[in-house]
């Protein structure tokens, strides 16, 4: 099995600067992407940013310029490096990666989410 947990959500203010992480631990063969996704209340779930292995990251047009996704493939690990936060960054962020499982299968997985809340 495979889990993605997330962390590094919280209350900033605008302006402010927040760094999310998500870890994929469990049984991992391959990763083909990973990216995070946002939810605000009564909205649909939007992607933010995505990253293949071996390839460019790709935003949303809301968040270009502001937010930063990286990898460290060594530790199964994305994160999004948030700067110039406003009150319409204020969501829940989802963890998404496709990758190889012990099934040996490409398979979709979500990370349980981290409220993020812009503040003043």
């Known amino acids: 099995q495979v889990q993605l947990v997330e962390s590094g959500g919280g209350l900033v203010q605008p302006g402010g600067s927040l760094r999310l992480s998500c870890v994929a631990s469990?049984?991992?063969?391959?990763?083909?992407?990973m990216a995070w996704h946002r939810q605000a209340p009564g909205k649909q779930r939007e992607l933010v940013a995505t990253i293949p292995t071996g390839g460019k990251p790709d935003y949303a047009d809301s968040v270009k310029g502001r937010f930063t996704i990286s990898r460290d493939n060594a530790k199964n690990t994305v994160y999004l490096q948030m700067n110039s936060l406003n009150t319409e960054d204020t969501a829940n962020y989802y963890c998404?990666?496709?990758?190889?499982?012990?099934?040996?299968?490409?398979?979709?997985?979500w990370g349980q989410g981290t409220q993020v809340t812009v503040s003043s």
């Open positions: 469990g049984t991992v063969f391959s990763i083909d992407h």
């Open positions: 998404f990666a496709y990758l190889e499982d012990y099934t040996r299968r490409l398979r979709s997985y």
